[in-house]
């Protein structure tokens, strides 16, 4: 389980980003974080993955503290980011191999994790080329199967639909899907609340760098769209059908 407790956080002085944010996901729960632009989404997953320091605030992903434990920590997470800062003059076969070297992963393991990825994303003629000369739409194949090697505990994705094509985002939701069933814990960002509503256990709607609502789909009533929940939340409009959505921020 992840759990994030009391996260502050700012870039210049006075300003808060993130301020108080707790919350958890449990082993097999699927969590999407929502909101506006600007609100701390992006963020709260660099602190998550410490890429970023905390003001205040603990991160612990079972046993291990990110901060008193950081490597136990990190070899138990993998991360796709919203952008590609992967290495552009390495080739896709030559990034997957060093981010698996990097997670110390033997030989024998990747080719058993990467190759049905492979197949599946449709990428092996890519994979010769350098990164830099591929689409964005297969750059991010490459992130996410890269990210998958060291079979994360905790898979954090950022926006990980954006340039996919049809086919590779069904991919990627049943890879989303696979993962919870095994137990694993997934946390990604998105701005399609349709995605979200499909595939998510749990809603964490943010604004102006706290926790507005969390919403449990399965406390959601079929005839509420949860687009309207979303509109009413950032909005802090009241809406006319007299109901109100079970608020948990846990």
């Known amino acids: 389980m992840l759990e994030v407790s009391g996260l502050c956080f700012h870039y210049q002085p006075h300003v808060p980003v993130l301020n108080d944010l707790t919350f958890s996901v449990s082993d097999g729960e699927i969590v999407g974080l929502s909101g506006k632009n600007g609100v701390g989404k992006t963020t709260t997953l660099k602190l998550i993955l410490g890429l970023l320091p905390p003001e205040k605030g603990s991160v612990r992903l079972g046993n291990c503290s990110l901060y008193l434990h950081p490597m136990q920590y990190r070899k138990q997470i993998n991360y796709v980011s919203d952008s590609h800062d992967i290495y552009n003059n390495l080739t896709g076969k030559e990034y997957l191999n060093f981010i698996a070297d990097m997670y110390e992963v033997p030989s024998e393991t990747r080719g058993k994790i990467y190759t049905p990825l492979i197949k599946s994303f449709q990428v092996e003629k890519y994979l010769s080329s350098p990164v830099k000369k591929l689409s964005h739409g297969t750059k991010q194949k490459i992130a996410i199967m890269a990210s998958l090697v060291n079979d994360p505990l905790l898979w954090v994705l950022d926006e990980p ?38 595939l998510c256990d749990k809603i964490i709607i943010m604004q102006a760098g706290t926790i507005k609502k969390t919403i449990r ?34």
Do not use: W
């Open 217 to 250: 789909l399965c406390d959601n009533p079929s005839c509420i769209s949860l687009e309207d929940i979303y509109l009413e939340v950032v909005n802090d409009v009241p809406m006319d059908k007299g109901f109100s959505i079970k608020q948990n921020n846990m």
């Open 161 to 198: 639909m954006t340039g996919l094509d049809v086919e590779a985002v069904q991919v990627l939701k049943e890879l989303i899907k696979s993962r919870a069933a095994c137990g694993k814990s997934v946390l990604f960002s998105s701005h399609i609340l349709e995605i979200c509503e499909n």
